[in-house]
């Protein structure tokens, strides 16, 4: 029997942020593991010389959108807010400082960029690579030109200053936590090959510099010190997308370059084929040509006729990335990118119960998608909840589980 009401989602997650306060910023940690949503997964098929059969990847845990939204608002949000408070002068070539809350609500959005791609661990501040950053910072600012290799002539040139633009991701015309953003999109002729995004997902990153100058009295500019001795690679993920799979707010999309990336270490992509569906509908792709020397090797395409305007619905992209070589077998991978709107609120499906002659079937409706059903013997502080084996099935506008007969008490939840 159904010793109880069905539960609704279970609303009290565990997230996988943690946050603590230092100079009045949420510092962010992603918990790896203590992620609070259904693990999601996705297909790899193999074929090739050595396997033809279709296998299940090893799943990463993604946040749940509950979580994404929290990150937004309490990181990607707060970290813009934060004064840069420099001290410097361009005049007289003083690289100066910014305020230590500034460089460390920069990494702040770095790391909420990397929790979303399913990166486990944040990077730190290195804080002697980030005064050899505000020298190139000043550098590219005062010169109003970038280059990784700024000539002795340039204004404000410094030894130091140029060892970090060599090692650097540089911007000009935006700073600090903005110049993420802007890393992150990596738009332009010259970044085809986005770069400055695979520097930062780079999954053995273990931390960065940054040194940054405000538009006051000039033109802002960031440099961000990404290539030094790596860390060491984590087990999971195999693989990195940008966009990630699983949610992400409409405001990270690529929405100036409209490039999305796959990585994956040591594949060859050049024979690889991307195609995109959003509701069943082809989205156009443009493939650019591969480019090594950047992290991981990556395939980069870009996508037309993805929106950035807020969706009034969650929006998903179904993803195929086919013949990727990888030790001379081809394989191919399929994933789903879901854009949210954080602001747009999506209420929780209400889990029925009804009795068929010996058959209890639990309902909910089908437009509440990447639920998992779970059960409990028992309902206590720490309830066991475990998925139910079998699932769903989508019958006209509903999704269906039928259960046998059972004279135990049972308690049952939606998860996402």
């Not at 690579?129 to 190139?136: F, P, R, V």
């Not at 600090?176 to 970044?191: L, S, V």
Request: one cysteine or more; a neutral charge.
């Amino acid at each position: 029997m159904i010793g109880a009401a069905a539960a609704r989602e279970d609303r009290a997650l565990k997230w996988g942020w943690q946050i603590g306060w230092i100079g009045g910023l949420g510092l962010a940690r992603l918990l790896g593991q203590e992620l609070a949503p259904a693990v999601r997964s996705w297909a790899d098929a193999s074929s090739g010389p050595a396997s033809r059969a279709h296998r299940q990847a090893p799943a990463i845990p993604l946040p749940s959108r509950e979580a994404v939204v929290l990150g937004y608002q309490e990181v990607y949000l707060a970290s813009g807010l934060v004064p840069v408070e420099w001290i410097g002068n361009r005049t007289n070539c003083t690289a100066g400082t910014t305020s230590a809350a500034y460089a460390t609500a920069t990494v702040q959005r770095l790391n909420f960029f990397r929790f979303l791609a399913g990166l486990p661990e944040p990077v730190s501040l290195n804080p002697a690579w980030s005064l050899q950053c505000q020298e190139a910072a000043l550098m590219i600012s005062a010169q109003r030109q970038i280059s990784h290799a700024p000539a002795p002539g340039w204004a404000c040139y410094t030894a130091a200053g140029a060892e970090a633009a060599g090692r650097s991701n540089l911007a000009l015309g935006v700073a600090g936590p903005a110049a993420i953003d802007f890393y992150f999109d990596d738009p332009g002729t010259g970044n085809a090959a986005v770069g400055h995004r695979r520097w930062l997902l780079y999954p053995p990153l273990p931390s960065v510099g940054t040194g940054s100058l405000p538009a006051v009295g000039g033109v802002a500019a960031n440099a961000l010190w990404v290539i030094g001795l790596p860390g060491p690679r984590p087990a999971e993920p195999a693989w990195i997308a940008w966009p990630p799979p699983g949610f992400i707010p409409y405001r990270l999309l690529p929405v100036n370059s409209k490039r999305w990336s796959f990585s994956l270490p040591n594949a060859d992509f050049s024979g690889a084929v991307v195609s995109m569906n959003r509701g069943g509908v082809a989205v156009p792709v443009t493939l650019e040509v591969p480019t090594s020397g950047y992290g991981d090797n990556t395939l980069v395409w870009v996508a037309s006729g993805v929106s950035p305007a807020a969706p009034v619905d969650d929006v998903t992209y179904l993803v195929t990335v086919g013949n990727v070589r990888v030790e001379g077998v081809a394989r191919t991978f399929t994933y789903e990118v879901t854009v949210i709107d954080p602001a747009h609120v999506v209420p929780a499906p209400v889990l029925a119960v009804r009795v068929e002659g010996l058959a209890v079937m639990l309902t909910w409706p089908g437009s509440a998608t990447g639920y998992t059903l779970q059960r409990a013997l028992e309902l206590g502080d720490v309830p066991t909840w475990q998925n139910v084996s079998s699932g769903p099935e989508l019958l006209g506008n509903e999704w269906r589980v039928t259960l046998g007969e059972s004279w135990l008490p049972e308690y049952f939840r939606l998860k996402r």
